[in-house]
């Protein structure tokens, strides 16, 4: 698998708590900054249906 390169979200700065993102032409990889080698691999419809969820509230506690 070639290098991924991983961005999180710009609220979170230098923080060593946040959530990180890798998106390749074939699935996303998401893990937490503070355990960076648990890696989830999504497709990408799978992707898009937790960002809609998120989007639509489904996850709030």
Known sequence: ???LAWTRPSAC????NCPE???TSE?????SSLQPSSIA???LA???DL???IRNGEFDV
């Not at 700065?13 to 060593?16: E, F, K, L, M």
């Not at 699935?27 to 893990?31: G, K, L, P, Q, W």
Request: no cysteine; charged share 25%; proline share 4%.
């Open 21 to 23: 993102v890798a998106v």
């Open 13 to 16: 700065a230098d923080s060593t």
């Open 41 to 43: 691999e999504l497709t």
């Open 51 to 53: 960002l809609a969820g």
């Open 1 to 3: 698998m070639e290098p």
């Open 27 to 31: 699935a996303v990889y998401v893990r």
């Open 46 to 48: 799978e992707w898009r």
